[in-house]
């Protein structure tokens, strides 16, 4: 009986090492995210293409991304309210729901 043994064969994985030059445009590049608007300064940002599917903030987005994201949930929450109960006073919540948004967004650009 021979022995059948299966050689494996690691292989070395190069390592990459960075000046820290390199290092710094890396980052700057990642800092340097396209600046997405909020709907005050901009309306159509709520409903570009590219944006359409955000309806709840996550981590990575930006502060005016994460408004933009609640601002489109109230809306559409509220076409489907209103679409069920026919009732004029969920457009009203929905305009308040918006100005408090807004008010959020005017007090945080104050501060920074």
């Known amino acids: 009986m021979s022995d ?9 994985i190069p390592t990459v090492e960075l000046t820290e030059k390199q290092m710094e445009s890396r980052l700057s590049s990642l800092k340097k995210k396209k600046r ?9 940002v709520l409903f570009q293409t590219a ?6 903030p996550v981590e990575y987005m ?15 929450l509220t076409l489907i309210s209103f679409a069920y109960s026919q009732k ?3 457009v009203g ?7 408090l948004i807004f008010l959020m967004f005017y007090f945080h650009k104050q501060n920074n």
């Open 62 to 76: 930006s502060y005016e991304q994460k408004l933009n994201a609640v601002s489109r949930t109230v809306i559409v």
């Open 4 to 12: 059948n043994t299966l050689e494996v064969k690691i292989q070395e």
């Open 93 to 99: 919540i929905c305009a308040l729901s918006l100005f």
């Open 88 to 90: 004029i006073q969920v």
């Open 36 to 44: 997405i608007p909020f709907w005050s300064e901009n309306p159509n």
């Open 51 to 56: 944006y359409i599917g955000e309806f709840f």
